[in-house]
Antibody
Framework: QVQLQESGPGLVKPSQTLSLTCSVS??????????WSWIRQPAGKGLEWIGH????????NYNPSLKSRVNISVDASKNTFSLRLTSVTAADTAVYFC????????????WGQGAAVMVSS | SYEVTQALSVSVAPGQTARITCGGN??????VYWFQQRAGQAPILVLY???SRPSGIPARFSGSNSGNTATLTISGAQDADEATYYC?????????FGGGTKLTVL
């Protein structure tokens, strides 16, 4: 059974880069028709999709509202995928989730528990 | 750009039927996904492609999608169903989430 676990700094200074990694266990990130997504949720607010990447790393899509600041990458050797968000502000403070997304249309069926990130000096 | 809208809150008595809607222009032409998020937890997929249930999701969760409205129906609501429910659609090159509906079972 595939499980996901987010990791990374819980505190990032304004204008710096937020970096998070999602570790995939119980299955290969590169096998199957999956995309791997990042989603965030500010405290008390709804879900916002950030972007996703294919297991091969060859295809990605990003939320247009964040596209200029976001990069998602895959490290097949470590079975992880990562999020980089540049030039962060307080508005980027949120819980960040990673999720598996079936390209075949079966939805985001596996989620990590979430990682809280605060942007503050 | 495309938008999906949800009511902020819905209340239901235990054992009764709750209906949570997701509105969007011709949303019936696309697949809708539904997530349940209990307080302090990660979301859980409860329906995919409008009405299909992932393994482990109780049969009391069902869905429909036609015209401008998709509906998540919870038949025989239980205390454990109290949560915020989000709909989701794929819009060309991005996923969109609705704002979420808080379901209160009282």
């Amino acid at each position: 059974q595939v499980q996901l676990q987010e990791s990374g700094p819980g505190l990032v200074k304004p204008s710096q880069t937020l970096s998070l990694t999602c570790s995939v266990s119980g299955g290969s990130l590169t096998r199957g028709i999956y995309y791997w997504s990042w989603i965030r949720q500010p405290a008390g607010k709804g879900l916002e999709w950030i972007g996703h990447i294919s297991g091969s790393g060859g295809d990605s899509n990003y939320n247009p509202s964040l596209k200029s600041r976001v990069n998602i990458s895959v490290d097949a050797s470590k079975n992880t995928f990562s999020l980089r968000l540049t030039s962060v502000t307080a508005a980027d403070t949120a819980v960040y989730f990673c999720a598996r997304d079936w390209a075949g249309g079966n939805g985001m069926d596996v989620w990590g528990q979430g990682a809280a990130v605060m942007v503050s000096s | 750009s495309y938008e999906v809208t949800q009511a902020l809150s819905v209340s239901v008595a235990p054992g009764q039927t709750a209906r949570i809607t997701c509105g969007g222009n011709n949303i019936g032409d696309t697949n809708v996904y539904w997530f349940q998020q209990r307080a302090g937890q990660a979301p859980i997929l409860v329906l995919y492609r409008d009405s299909s249930r992932p393994s482990g999701i109780p049969a009391r969760f069902s869905g429909s999608n036609s015209g401008n409205t998709a509906t998540l129906t919870i038949s025989g609501a239980q205390d454990a169903d109290e949560a915020t429910y989000y709909c989701q659609v794929w819009d060309r090159t991005k996923w969109l989430f609705g704002g979420g509906t808080k379901l209160t079972v009282l």
